[in-house]
């Protein structure tokens, strides 16, 4: 359910550097939309964020996509989506973040649509500073971020890295500027815990890319940065502001140095990913020697037990390291030679690949197995 919009709202729009131009007058209408897989607990409280929110539930709408639950999560949904008069439950039964977002974006009619992790907890003025930043922008952002601040399950532990709260999701800057310029601190990247873009323009350049997205234990990600890129290289705004702002439920499971790990293996990967989509594979061989090299340099902290917190400054970049050129050196053809033969199987875990193919079935398939 959207808010009224006149005649004149509509009327046609123009087009500059790749940009919709569009009357400076008008509100945009806004979806919100979260994607959740088997964690009905928390989207019952980011529901409950999104009924609280100050523009009343005529002025936006809400779409829940069930990513795959178990038969008894979706009968929980759909008993929490029903009394809300501007939410509707879809469900997509192929797997991964990405197939779930499309899927709302292709169901929606709005202007906007902004994506929360079900996890998140929408301030109540969200959508309200989502239209009016976006409303100030002329024309309208691409893609929109803001801040994402944690509501920590368990304290964070002293061990952990100061530097690397970010994979935590976390965005505590305050201020606002274009994306990948001097506007805002290098690094800053837009976030799908807090995300919000333009549907039209995401639904013509085909999405998200579905090849990547978290799904189980497979942490592959960078799917939202991408599109954040993708849209700005076209000629849109990606454009930050910290007045946008969700808390963000970080999980006590990840306080873990096994969990941190992972994390920065799977960010090397998707690092590699990332840059292959974007069309820049030689970002990633100028990088490949660099990466090599720490791996050499730090292999030796990489004989620690994983669950130790012992010289995590060097295990981490061991791991980034590894992700990185496992995913660079895998995805090429299969060389004859002799030291590519015995470079490839140095890569294998068991004979099969540490990084899967970019193919969602198959990631699926492995994020279903249990852990050794």
Request: net charge neutral.
């Amino acid at each position: 359910m959207q808010g009224a919009v006149t005649t004149e709202d509509r009327m046609t729009t123009t087009h500059h550097g790749g940009a919709a131009m569009l009357p400076a007058t008008r509100v945009p209408t806004v979806t919100a939309c979260l994607v959740t897989h088997d964690r009905p607990h928390y989207v019952k409280t980011c529901l409950e964020s999104l009924r609280e929110q100050t523009v009343g539930s005529d002025a936006f709408d809400i779409i829940v996509v069930d990513s795959c639950s178990r038969p008894e999560v979706s009968e929980q949904l759909a008993a929490m989506v029903a009394p809300l008069p501007n939410a509707r439950l879809l469900r997509v039964d192929r797997p991964g973040a990405s197939a779930a977002r499309n899927m709302g974006a292709a169901a929606s009619e709005a202007d906007f649509i902004a994506y929360l992790d079900d996890d998140a907890l929408a301030m109540p003025d969200w959508i309200e500073q989502i239209q009016r930043v976006a409303a100030s922008r002329h024309p309208w952002p691409g893609v929109l971020a803001g801040r994402v601040l944690p509501v920590w399950e368990q304290p964070l532990p002293d061990w952990w890295p100061e530097s690397l709260r970010g994979v935590l999701s976390i965005i505590e800057w305050e201020g606002a500027g274009e994306f990948r310029t001097p506007q805002v601190p290098a690094g800053l990247e837009p976030y799908g815990v807090n995300m919000i873009v333009q549907r039209q323009p995401l639904l013509e350049m085909g999405g998200f890319a579905d090849r990547l997205g978290r799904f189980g234990r497979l942490l592959l990600s960078d799917e939202d940065v991408q599109v954040g890129w993708r849209l700005q290289d076209r000629g849109f705004s990606a454009w930050y502001d910290s007045s946008i702002v969700v808390r963000h439920q970080i999980q006590a499971g990840r306080m873990r140095p096994e969990w941190l790990l992972d994390r920065l293996y799977w960010q090397g990967a998707s690092t590699v990913a990332t840059r292959r989509i974007l069309g820049s594979p030689e970002q990633v061989w100028r990088e490949l020697p660099r990466r090599l090299a720490v791996e050499l340099v730090t292999l030796p902290a990489g004989l620690l037990p994983r669950r130790s917190t012992s010289l995590l400054g060097l295990r981490w970049r061991l791991e980034y390291a590894r992700g990185f050129t496992r995913m660079a050196l895998m995805g090429e053809q299969k060389k004859r030679s002799l030291p590519a033969r015995v470079l490839r199987a140095l890569l294998r875990r068991d004979g099969e690949p540490i990084i899967p193919t970019l193919d969602i079935g198959a990631r699926a398939d492995e994020a279903r197995e249990p852990r050794r």
